[in-house]
């Protein structure tokens, strides 16, 4: 397994002298595989995949440039990207590839593409395990937590700048339970991992370069997406659901350790969440059966994205929004005034304004190529 950066080139679009950015976003775009009628298929000869960056710092979102060749999947929980703090370098996991031998199916992907956000361009490319899907990136930006989520276990990596290594990948469960992300506290003392195959929630001790186990707990069906408040104090889980029932947002007490509350928020398949940096605002994605047969009694046309205030240890729901099919992920401005959603299905993002609780569609689309299946601002929780 390789444990430094190697040296890449890649296909950039260039936009002029660099500048400075209010606030960068990044979206990964899964050019691999669509949806049709409910049913997956991959493409055959697909383009690279590619990232498409933005500066959320206004209205209406700017896109600051693309990225190609940076393998992404939409395989796993739409948290696959992470900046740093400071902007200087962006991480793109990649949890599944097509499959060499027969390229109508997936199989798991292992790489981490290190993007330099400033030149737009590939620095090089880490190899963590299979699977490799959701991250997390600490509140000093000098260490990132990788989710391998076909191999139970979370590899870390140092961040020295722009010089991102490998430093171990640490096995902590059975491959079964889909360990699909952990989200750091501010703090950096507690890591809350989702287990997506077994409905449980697992919260680590996480010291130096340690990470140990503290408390499992029980949540609903496939968790997937978790973000944990500035005060290091609260984490909000985000379950699919059973494919039955309604997705589910879970409130946890990280200082009792206990879980304080539910949200049923009304709509099936909670695929993305994400908490605005003040930890006040809670952007909820859901399929909300966009992703059914068209002759299923479940079929719906769109999605729904379903905004939260976050007050102590409780929800209010605020807004809800139609929005495009296989809907991916979130993003927060700095200020929490402006949101971005992802469409598989549409391969583009919804821009909406956030008015102290008041969600409202801008109208601005903003096409990315291929499918919208993973994004992260400098300052998303």
Known sequence: MRNTVITGVCLALSFGAPQAYAQLAVSSNDHKIVQENGVNRNLPNPPPDTVTIMD??????????????????????????????????????????????????????????VIDLKDRKILGTLNTGPGAAGISITKDGKRAYVANRMAGSISILSIDGKDVKLVKTVPLMDAKTLLSHLAVSP???????????????????????????????????????????????????????????????????????KIVGTTDIGHENLEGMMMSSDGRWIAAVAHAGSTRPKDAPQFKPNGMVVLYKLDGTGLTKTGEAPIGGWSQGASFSRDGSAIVVQNMNEKNLQVFKNDNGKLTDTGQKIDVGGGAAAVRSSTDR
Do not use: C, F, Q, W
């Open 56 to 113: 959320l710092g206004a209205l209406p979102v700017k896109v600051v440039g693309t990225v190609s060749n940076v393998p992404g999947s939409v395989v796993g929980p739409p948290l696959s990207v992470a900046i740093t703090p400071d902007e200087s370098i962006a991480l793109i996991a990649s949890s599944s590839k097509i499959d060499p031998a027969d390229p109508t199916k997936l199989v798991p992907d292992d790489r981490v593409t």
């Open 187 to 257: 703090d950096g003392a507690t890591g809350v991992a989702t287990r997506n195959g077994d409905a449980k929630v697992e919260l680590m001790k996480l010291g130096g370069d340690n990470i140990t186990s503290s408390s499992v707990l029980d949540v609903a069906p496939r968790p997937y997406a978790v973000s944990v408040t500035p005060d290091s104090k609260t984490a909000v889980v985000a379950s699919l659901g059973d494919p039955k029932a309604n997705g589910i947002l879970t409130v946890i007490d990280l200082a009792t350790g």
